[in-house]
């Protein structure tokens, strides 16, 4: 038995790159039936605000979201987790650069030291455990085929503002 998960999500900030910035992510589960459930959340404010980072944060969302589903469930089915977003930078990150990264001691091809590797760690951990229970992949969708999650970021990000 397979159980299918299919995640979109999206992060964004505002004031990008300023001291009063402010970040949210999002994370949309979609149903069979085309119904979704969400949760959204507030970037950490002791942490740096950027769009990066956010974007991150909503693909931890995701397979924190997938783990404590599956812990639920009264079967053990093999796992499927397809994760949907509009950022390559994030899905390069988890999917891809990692690997390089840590063989070089978390330094860019470039000399530098990789931004945000303390949420890149966590999602590689996370990723490594829903991989033990079956598959993730991560899927590239241009932005307007993610709207659902974009719409959620964007409503944590206006009652943060107000």
């Known amino acids: 038995m397979v159980y299918v998960m299919e995640f ?3 992060g964004g900030c505002r004031n990008n790159g300023t001291p009063w910035a402010i ?4 994370c949309v589960l979609m149903t069979r039936y085309n119904a979704h459930y969400h949760r959204k959340l507030q970037l950490p404010q002791d942490e740096e605000q950027t769009n990066q980072r956010a974007e991150i944060t909503a693909i931890i969302m995701a397979l924190e979201w997938a783990l ?3 812990e639920k469930l009264d079967s053990c089915p093999r796992l499927v987790v397809r994760i949907h977003s509009d950022s390559k930078y994030a899905i390069g990150c988890v999917d891809n650069w990692i690997y390089k990264w840590v063989q070089n001691g978390w330094v860019t091809s470039a000399g530098k030291k990789v931004e945000n590797r303390d949420l890149i760690t966590r999602a590689s951990n996370l990723d490594d455990r829903v991989k033990e229970l079956g598959s993730v992949n991560y899927i590239w969708v241009p932005r307007l085929e993610n709207q659902a999650a974009d719409k959620y970021c964007n409503e944590k990000l206006d009652e943060i503002e107000h």
Request: net charge negative; proline share 0%; charged share 30%.
């Open 23 to 26: 970040g949210a992510a999002a």
């Open 68 to 70: 404590e589903k599956y």
């Open 8 to 10: 979109y999500v999206d």
